[in-house]
Nanobody, 121 residues
Framework: QVQLVESGGGLVQAGGSLRLSCAAS????????MGWYRQAPGKQRELIAD???????NYANSVKGRFTISRDNAKNTVYLQMNSLKPEDTAVYYC???????????????WGQGTQVTVSS
């Protein structure tokens, strides 16, 4: 069984920074892909950053140059460094990891519980 626990959200002033963490625990053979999504009030959840192991990293235009996705393999933890935050970045942020729990198992997508980020002007 796999669990994802997010942390690092909070209230910050415009121009500030936050780092979100997404720690995966349980039976993990490999993490094949990782992504961060966000959902603002009244809006659909949107993908803002994703990275495939050994492949490319992509960012939404709205966060490109300000946000960075990374991972610590030893800790099975994924991060989202957010700099130069803007009020329009206010949303609940979710991590999504594509995890293989055992050799020859199919990958499955797991979600974090979400963490609130509020940017004041």
């Amino acid at each position: 069984q796999v669990q994802l626990v997010e942390s690092g959200g909070g209230l910050v002033q415009a121009g500030g920074s936050l780092r979100l963490s997404c720690a995966a625990s349980g039976s993990i053979f490999s993490i094949n892909a990782m992504g961060w999504y966000r959902q603002a009030p009244g809006k659909q959840r949107e993908l803002i950053a994703d990275s495939i192991s050994g492949g490319s990293t992509n960012y939404a235009n709205s966060v490109k140059g300000r946000f960075t996705i990374s991972r610590d393999n030893a800790k099975n933890t994924v991060y989202l460094q957010m700099n130069s935050l803007k009020p329009e970045d206010t949303a609940v942020y979710y991590c999504n990891l594509r995890i293989v729990v055992a050799a020859r198992s199919f990958p499955y997508d797991y979600w974090g519980q979400g963490t609130q980020v509020t940017v004041s002007s």
